[in-house]
């Protein structure tokens, strides 16, 4: 059993790890990251919900879209002390956990509307593991979304070297 002061130290550290984010996590795609193997299918498909419910695809793909939730495991994975770990995979257990208990159904079967309330219920909260667990899975999917290879090469229009030299120009 995880005791709570040592559980939010542990995801203080994970924050902090994450805002760091690695150097191959800096325009990453779905071919780029390979195989995770952190979660079981069942998480896997949660966190997929999860995302997907955070950042939905419109007019532009969504987060699930482009690969998120392989890149917030790959990151949990290769980024975070296995205490840590832990503390996520709880976190997508009480996410299920409140969703029965307000609707009676996982959170996987709810509608987007009921998803939405499980997901702003958790993140306004009086109990913190609920509530840093929301903080750090949207800032992830925020994150990893925005720097994803087809967000920089398609919306936000990043350039690796800008401006440019234009050397024999008049003046």
């Keep these: 059993m995880i005791k709570r002061r040592k559980a939010l130290t542990s ?6 790890t994450l805002i760091s984010m690695p150097a191959w ?6 071919k780029s990251l390979g195989k995770v193997h952190f ?5 896997n498909s949660l966190l997929t919900a999860i995302v997907d419910t955070i ?4 007019d532009t793909p969504g987060a699930k879209d482009v690969g998120v939730p392989t890149l917030i495991e790959k ?6 002390p296995v205490d840590s770990q832990d503390i996520y995979r709880m976190g ?18 709810l509608s987007t509307e009921e998803k939405l309330s499980v997901l702003k219920k958790m993140s306004d909260s009086t109990y913190p593991d609920q509530k840093n ?8 999917t925020i994150d990893g979304y925005m720097r994803s290879e087809y967000v ?14 234009y050397g024999c120009v008049p003046v």
């Design 39 to 43: 979660l079981n299918a069942e998480d």
């Design 75 to 80: 990151l949990i994975q290769d980024c975070l």
């Design 152 to 165: 920089m090469t398609n919306i936000t229009n990043f350039e690796f070297a800008p401006n440019r030299y």
């Design 25 to 30: 996590a800096d325009g990453w795609s779905l």
């Design 92 to 109: 997508l257990i009480l996410t299920d956990a409140v969703s029965i208990g307000d609707y009676g159904k996982g959170f996987r079967e």
């Design 11 to 16: 995801i203080i550290t994970g924050f902090g």
């Design 133 to 140: 667990f929301m903080v750090l899975i949207k800032r992830m």
């Design 55 to 58: 950042l939905p695809a419109t």
